[in-house]
T-cell receptor, first 113, second 109 residues
Framework: NAGVTQTPKFRVLKTGQSMTLLCAQD?????MYWYRQDPGMGLRLIHY???????AKGEVPDGYNVSRLKKQNFLLGLESAAPSQTSVYFC????????????FGAGSRLTVL | SQKIEQNSEALNIQEGKTATLTCNYT??????LQWYRQDPGRGPVFLLL?????KEKRKERLKVTFDTTLKQSLFHITASQPADSATYLC????????FGKGNQVVVIP
């Protein structure tokens, strides 16, 4: 099992460009999440999904969009990248809600110039 | 709003000693707390989960306590080793897990 796979691992964008981060999990998990991690800020939830075809806003959703067309995939999009979106992005998944243990991907480091 | 706090200062500890980390929460009564380990350049990895009706949970050299009166969880690494050096994250919530900023532990040989 690969677990949670994120692509790309690294990306450099110019301000105003768009891009999509892909998260794929092979554990048949219902819940999927996108977090960003910045120095001194810890992990902050951007968007999450409680099942295929559903998405919901997290703590810091502005400037991001997501889609969960297939259960195993959760896409994070930046329509017009800004330097403030320079961060490390982590995708995670969990089987269910409640005492849901998260399995994280390795992260995607995004730099916006 | 939910708030979860961890001491952001690094904890330097001598090998063999016990490292103790604190996680405090406010404005919420979580049914459980989770602890994760994160190594540089990697994603967090789950370590332990403790429920509100459990006072203590152990896994090998790790121990977690949960005090709902103090709104606090303590994370202990006993007989610490250099390989335990990492950042440890506290998290809580239901379908939206919120995390503290993490606590870096440096075990000195």
């Amino acid at each position: 099992n690969a677990g949670v796979t994120q692509t790309p691992k690294f990306r450099v964008l110019k301000t105003g460009q768009s891009m999509t981060l892909l998260c794929a999990q092979d554990m048949n998990h219902e819940y999927m999440y996108w977090y960003r991690q910045d120095p001194g800020m810890g992990l902050r939830l951007i968007h999450y999904s409680v099942g295929e075809g559903t998405t919901a806003k997290g703590e810091v959703p502005d400037g991001y969009n997501v889609s969960r067309l297939k259960k195993q995939n959760f896409l994070l999009g930046l329509e017009s990248a800004a330097p403030s979106q320079t961060s490390v992005y982590f995708c995670a998944s969990s089987l269910l809600s409640g005492a849901n243990v998260l399995t994280f991907g390795a992260g995607s480091r995004l730099t916006v110039l | 709003s939910q708030k979860i706090e961890q001491n952001s200062e690094a904890l330097n500890i001598q090998e063999g000693k016990t490292a103790t980390l604190t996680c405090n929460y406010t404005n919420y009564s979580p049914a459980y707390l989770q602890w994760y380990r994160q190594d540089p350049g990697r994603g967090p990895v789950f370590l332990l989960l403790i429920r509100e009706n459990e006072k203590e949970k152990r896994k090998e050299r790790l121990k977690v306590t949960f005090d709902t009166t103090l709104k606090q969880s303590l994370f202990h690494i006993t007989a610490s080793q250099p390989a335990d050096s990492a950042t440890y994250l506290c998290g809580y919530g239901n379908n939206r897990l919120a995390f503290g900023k993490g606590n870096q532990v440096v075990v000195i040989p």
